[in-house]
């Protein structure tokens, strides 16, 4: 079977966090106790079709939650030739406040997302502070609401969404986190999302503290790893590694994107 046309795949980064703690599973490596977290969102633009994934928060939410706002997402979005407001498809790695943000910037998109998603954050789980403090309910009325304007498509597993662009149910992180593989020039990538925050939980095959399901959480490596290329294709959803690997489409967006359809420099 011939490959399917390749997309260009951009991550955007639009916020970060200096001295966040280090996670419990983590290496607390030359005595560090805190790292340092970026925040991103990721678009496929391809030959026919434009397949956004998250959509990144707020100035607002930033200050709430007490990050550092780089800049609004859908202006970099714009600058990369990604119009949110026409945007068509929006695939939602999963509801937390960093990743289903500023869904009134994508009016016209078709979402998609893991069905038990919806059963969790509308369920009895949203009692317990742990898992609750992760979302944020004006998103999830935005979702819902896109739901009732049959705008959404849900999922019960695994789909291709266009040739060369699928998604894939994971789990462990939230009940309905998802992970988006994506032909480019260089072969098959895996945006992983928070199936990995940073790579040493890949590499030491640790959890993120922030877990529904560790079992699942884990058994998300050796599926990213099967759907990707090679590691070298997987790419973590908060690690600053990701800014140092690889390169900024343009001057003018040094800092708030980097081209992930290209091999990643050692860093
Ligand atoms: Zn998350």
Redesign the pocket.
């Known amino acids: 079977m011939s490959n399917p046309q390749p997309f260009e795949v951009f991550g955007i980064r639009y916020a970060r966090h200096e001295g966040w703690p280090i996670p419990v599973y983590f290496e607390r490596t030359s005595g560090r106790d805190t790292m340092v977290m970026d925040f991103f969102c990721w678009v496929a633009i391809g030959p026919e079709r434009t397949v956004f994934i998250d959509t990144g928060f707020d100035a607002d939410e930033g200050r709430f939650r007490g990050h550092e706002f780089l800049r609004c997402p859908a202006d970099t979005l714009s600058e990369l030739g990604a119009d949110t407001t026409r945007a068509t498809d929006l695939v939602l ?2 509801l ?4 289903a943000g500023n869904l009134d910037k994508f009016p016209s998109a078709t979402l998609h997302l893991q069905e038990k998603e919806i059963a969790f954050v509308t369920g009895r789980r949203m009692n317990t502070r742990n898992f609750r403090r ?1 979302y944020q309910s004006d998103h999830i009325e935005l979702v819902l609401r896109a739901i009732y304007d049959r705008r959404a498509t849900l999922y019960d597993g695994d789909s291709e969404i266009t040739p060369g662009l699928s998604i894939h149910r994971v789990g462990g ?2 009940m309905g ?1 998802q992970v988006v593989r994506v032909f480019t020039k260089r072969g098959w990538v895996a945006l992983a ?2 199936a990995i ?1 940073y790579y040493e939980e890949l590499e030491r095959s640790v959890p ?1 503290t ?1 877990a529904v399901d560790i079992d699942e959480m884990i058994h998300a490596h050796d599926i990213l790893r099967d759907i990707a290329e090679s590691t070298d294709h997987i790419v973590a ?1 908060h690690d600053p590694k990701v800014l140092r690997q690889y390169p900024a489409p343009t001057a003018d967006l040094e800092g708030f994107a980097v081209r992930l359809d290209v091999e990643p420099r050692a860093g």
Request: glycine share 0%.
């Open positions: 790695t999963h937390h406040y960093d990743h992760a992180h939230t986190m999302s928070d925050h993120w922030n959803a």
